[in-house]
T-cell receptor, first 108, second 111 residues
Framework: RKEVEQDPGPFNVPEGATVAFNCTYS??????FFWYRQDCRKEPKLLMS???SGNEDGRFTAQLNRASQYISLLIRDSKLSDSATYLC?????????FGTGTSLTVIP | ETGVTQTPRHLVMGMTNKKSLKCEQH?????MYWYKQSAKKPLELMFV???????ENNSVPSRFSPECPNSSHLFLHLHTLQPEDSALYLC??????????FGSGTRLTVV
Protein backbone atom coordinates (compact mmCIF):
# COMPACT_ATOMS: atom_id res chain seq x y z
CA ARG A 1 0.00 0.00 0.00
CA LYS A 2 1.31 3.45 -0.86
CA GLU A 3 2.09 5.85 1.95
CA VAL A 4 -0.04 8.57 0.39
CA GLU A 5 -2.84 8.11 -2.13
CA GLN A 6 -4.73 10.66 -4.17
CA ASP A 7 -7.32 10.47 -6.91
CA PRO A 8 -5.34 11.60 -9.97
CA GLY A 9 -8.41 13.13 -11.61
CA PRO A 10 -8.54 15.00 -13.87
CA PHE A 11 -11.11 17.31 -12.33
CA ASN A 12 -12.61 19.68 -14.90
CA VAL A 13 -14.82 22.31 -13.28
CA PRO A 14 -16.41 25.57 -14.46
CA GLU A 15 -15.25 28.91 -13.12
CA GLY A 16 -16.91 29.72 -9.83
CA ALA A 17 -17.43 26.09 -8.85
CA THR A 18 -16.41 24.54 -5.56
CA VAL A 19 -14.12 21.54 -5.81
CA ALA A 20 -12.71 19.23 -3.15
CA PHE A 21 -9.77 16.84 -3.19
CA ASN A 22 -9.09 14.08 -0.72
CA CYS A 23 -5.88 12.34 0.14
CA THR A 24 -5.41 9.29 2.37
CA TYR A 25 -2.29 8.28 4.25
CA SER A 26 -1.31 4.91 5.64
CA UNK A 27 0.93 5.75 8.61
CA UNK A 28 -1.22 6.57 11.62
CA UNK A 29 1.80 8.15 13.33
CA UNK A 30 2.14 10.79 10.60
CA UNK A 31 2.75 14.16 12.15
CA UNK A 32 2.49 16.96 9.61
CA PHE A 33 0.48 17.49 6.48
CA PHE A 34 0.69 19.89 3.57
CA TRP A 35 -0.85 20.73 0.21
CA TYR A 36 1.47 21.71 -2.62
CA ARG A 37 0.56 23.11 -6.00
CA GLN A 38 2.46 22.33 -9.19
CA ASP A 39 1.92 24.29 -12.36
CA CYS A 40 2.73 22.72 -15.71
CA ARG A 41 6.49 22.37 -16.24
CA LYS A 42 7.23 24.10 -12.93
CA GLU A 43 8.35 22.96 -9.49
CA PRO A 44 5.83 22.18 -6.73
CA LYS A 45 5.27 25.06 -4.30
CA LEU A 46 3.75 25.02 -0.84
CA LEU A 47 0.10 26.01 -0.92
CA MET A 48 -0.74 25.55 2.73
CA SER A 49 -0.05 23.47 5.78
CA UNK A 50 -2.90 21.43 7.23
CA UNK A 51 -3.64 21.86 10.93
CA UNK A 52 -5.60 19.52 13.16
CA SER A 53 -8.38 22.02 13.68
CA GLY A 54 -8.63 22.81 9.98
CA ASN A 55 -7.46 26.03 8.45
CA GLU A 56 -8.50 28.47 5.78
CA ASP A 57 -6.56 30.76 3.48
CA GLY A 58 -8.88 32.85 1.37
CA ARG A 59 -10.78 30.54 -0.96
CA PHE A 60 -8.82 27.48 0.21
CA THR A 61 -9.79 25.33 3.20
CA ALA A 62 -7.75 22.38 4.43
CA GLN A 63 -9.03 19.72 6.81
CA LEU A 64 -7.40 16.83 8.62
CA ASN A 65 -9.25 13.73 9.81
CA ARG A 66 -6.84 11.68 11.90
CA ALA A 67 -9.39 8.97 12.72
CA SER A 68 -9.95 8.19 9.04
CA GLN A 69 -6.43 9.19 8.03
CA TYR A 70 -7.26 11.61 5.30
CA ILE A 71 -6.72 15.23 4.48
CA SER A 72 -8.82 17.36 2.21
CA LEU A 73 -8.53 20.57 0.25
CA LEU A 74 -11.59 22.62 -0.66
CA ILE A 75 -11.39 25.37 -3.27
CA ARG A 76 -14.32 27.77 -3.43
CA ASP A 77 -15.18 30.11 -6.30
CA SER A 78 -12.64 28.45 -8.63
CA LYS A 79 -10.57 30.73 -10.86
CA LEU A 80 -8.90 29.90 -14.15
CA SER A 81 -5.58 30.46 -12.38
CA ASP A 82 -6.35 27.58 -9.99
CA SER A 83 -5.69 25.12 -12.83
CA ALA A 84 -2.74 23.04 -11.65
CA THR A 85 -1.84 19.73 -10.05
CA TYR A 86 -2.39 19.58 -6.29
CA LEU A 87 -0.10 17.32 -4.28
CA CYS A 88 -0.69 16.19 -0.73
CA UNK A 89 2.39 15.69 1.38
CA UNK A 90 2.78 13.83 4.66
CA UNK A 91 5.65 13.98 7.15
CA UNK A 92 5.88 10.71 9.13
CA UNK A 93 8.52 11.88 11.56
CA UNK A 94 11.27 10.37 9.43
CA UNK A 95 10.45 11.25 5.88
CA UNK A 96 8.21 13.24 3.61
CA UNK A 97 5.87 11.34 1.30
CA PHE A 98 4.23 12.91 -1.72
CA GLY A 99 0.99 11.86 -3.34
CA THR A 100 0.94 11.51 -7.10
CA GLY A 101 -1.16 14.65 -7.45
CA THR A 102 -4.68 15.56 -8.51
CA SER A 103 -5.04 17.48 -11.75
CA LEU A 104 -7.50 20.39 -11.78
CA THR A 105 -8.60 22.32 -14.85
CA VAL A 106 -10.94 25.27 -14.38
CA ILE A 107 -12.94 25.93 -17.53
CA PRO A 108 -14.20 29.39 -18.58
CA GLU B 1 20.36 34.76 -2.88
CA THR B 2 17.67 32.81 -1.07
CA GLY B 3 15.86 29.50 -1.53
CA VAL B 4 16.98 26.52 -3.58
CA THR B 5 18.95 27.22 -6.74
CA GLN B 6 19.50 24.70 -9.50
CA THR B 7 21.83 24.97 -12.46
CA PRO B 8 21.68 24.64 -15.36
CA ARG B 9 18.01 25.31 -16.08
CA HIS B 10 18.18 23.41 -19.35
CA LEU B 11 20.64 20.75 -20.52
CA VAL B 12 20.91 18.80 -23.75
CA MET B 13 23.43 15.99 -23.72
CA GLY B 14 24.44 13.07 -25.89
CA MET B 15 24.35 9.53 -24.59
CA THR B 16 28.13 9.36 -24.30
CA ASN B 17 28.52 12.69 -22.46
CA LYS B 18 29.24 13.30 -18.80
CA LYS B 19 27.54 16.24 -17.14
CA SER B 20 26.61 17.37 -13.66
CA LEU B 21 23.55 19.05 -12.19
CA LYS B 22 24.08 21.40 -9.28
CA CYS B 23 21.78 22.34 -6.42
CA GLU B 24 22.45 24.87 -3.69
CA GLN B 25 20.21 25.79 -0.79
CA HIS B 26 20.50 28.96 1.24
CA UNK B 27 17.90 28.02 3.85
CA UNK B 28 20.03 26.24 6.44
CA UNK B 29 18.10 23.02 5.89
CA UNK B 30 19.51 19.66 6.99
CA UNK B 31 18.10 17.43 4.23
CA MET B 32 18.39 17.57 0.44
CA TYR B 33 16.68 15.50 -2.23
CA TRP B 34 16.81 14.65 -5.92
CA TYR B 35 13.59 13.92 -7.78
CA LYS B 36 12.89 12.95 -11.37
CA GLN B 37 9.67 13.98 -13.08
CA SER B 38 8.95 12.65 -16.56
CA ALA B 39 6.35 14.38 -18.71
CA LYS B 40 2.87 14.23 -17.11
CA LYS B 41 4.10 11.77 -14.50
CA PRO B 42 4.33 12.05 -10.70
CA LEU B 43 7.48 12.93 -8.84
CA GLU B 44 9.90 10.04 -8.38
CA LEU B 45 12.21 10.28 -5.40
CA MET B 46 15.78 9.37 -6.35
CA PHE B 47 18.10 10.22 -3.46
CA VAL B 48 17.88 11.65 0.05
CA UNK B 49 20.71 13.20 2.03
CA UNK B 50 20.49 14.07 5.72
CA UNK B 51 23.34 16.11 7.15
CA UNK B 52 25.26 15.25 3.94
CA UNK B 53 24.88 11.50 4.50
CA UNK B 54 22.91 9.52 1.94
CA UNK B 55 19.91 7.97 3.64
CA GLU B 56 17.97 6.77 0.63
CA ASN B 57 18.73 5.50 -2.83
CA ASN B 58 15.49 4.59 -4.53
CA SER B 59 16.89 1.87 -6.83
CA VAL B 60 18.35 4.47 -9.14
CA PRO B 61 20.59 3.22 -11.97
CA SER B 62 24.31 3.75 -11.45
CA ARG B 63 24.50 6.12 -14.42
CA PHE B 64 23.14 8.67 -11.89
CA SER B 65 25.68 9.42 -9.20
CA PRO B 66 24.86 11.88 -6.39
CA GLU B 67 27.38 13.85 -4.38
CA CYS B 68 26.76 15.93 -1.28
CA PRO B 69 29.95 17.69 -0.17
CA ASN B 70 28.14 19.68 2.55
CA SER B 71 24.64 20.39 3.79
CA SER B 72 24.16 23.25 1.34
CA HIS B 73 25.27 21.65 -1.91
CA LEU B 74 24.07 18.65 -3.85
CA PHE B 75 25.22 17.39 -7.23
CA LEU B 76 23.89 14.79 -9.61
CA HIS B 77 26.57 13.42 -11.93
CA LEU B 78 25.29 11.98 -15.17
CA HIS B 79 27.04 9.60 -17.57
CA THR B 80 25.99 7.35 -20.44
CA LEU B 81 22.35 8.33 -20.08
CA GLN B 82 19.52 6.97 -22.19
CA PRO B 83 16.84 8.95 -24.04
CA GLU B 84 14.27 7.76 -21.48
CA ASP B 85 16.22 9.65 -18.82
CA SER B 86 15.00 12.89 -20.39
CA ALA B 87 12.93 14.58 -17.69
CA LEU B 88 12.72 17.45 -15.24
CA TYR B 89 15.17 16.90 -12.38
CA LEU B 90 14.15 18.68 -9.21
CA CYS B 91 16.21 19.33 -6.13
CA UNK B 92 14.54 20.05 -2.81
CA UNK B 93 15.58 20.73 0.76
CA UNK B 94 13.85 20.56 4.13
CA UNK B 95 14.45 21.10 7.80
CA UNK B 96 12.86 18.17 9.63
CA UNK B 97 9.09 18.52 9.23
CA UNK B 98 8.91 21.94 7.69
CA UNK B 99 10.15 24.13 4.94
CA UNK B 100 10.13 21.57 2.13
CA UNK B 101 11.26 23.75 -0.78
CA PHE B 102 11.95 22.85 -4.38
CA GLY B 103 14.37 24.38 -6.83
CA SER B 104 13.16 25.39 -10.29
CA GLY B 105 14.57 22.21 -11.80
CA THR B 106 16.84 21.24 -14.66
CA ARG B 107 15.07 20.19 -17.83
CA LEU B 108 17.27 17.46 -19.27
CA THR B 109 17.10 16.16 -22.82
CA VAL B 110 19.21 13.16 -23.79
CA VAL B 111 19.77 12.83 -27.52
Amino acid sequence: RKEVEQDPGPFNVPEGATVAFNCTYSNSASQSFFWYRQDCRKEPKLLMSVYSSGNEDGRFTAQLNRASQYISLLIRDSKLSDSATYLCVVWTGNQFYFGTGTSLTVIP
Amino acid sequence: ETGVTQTPRHLVMGMTNKKSLKCEQHLGHNAMYWYKQSAKKPLELMFVYNFKEQTENNSVPSRFSPECPNSSHLFLHLHTLQPEDSALYLCASSQYNYGYTFGSGTRLTVV
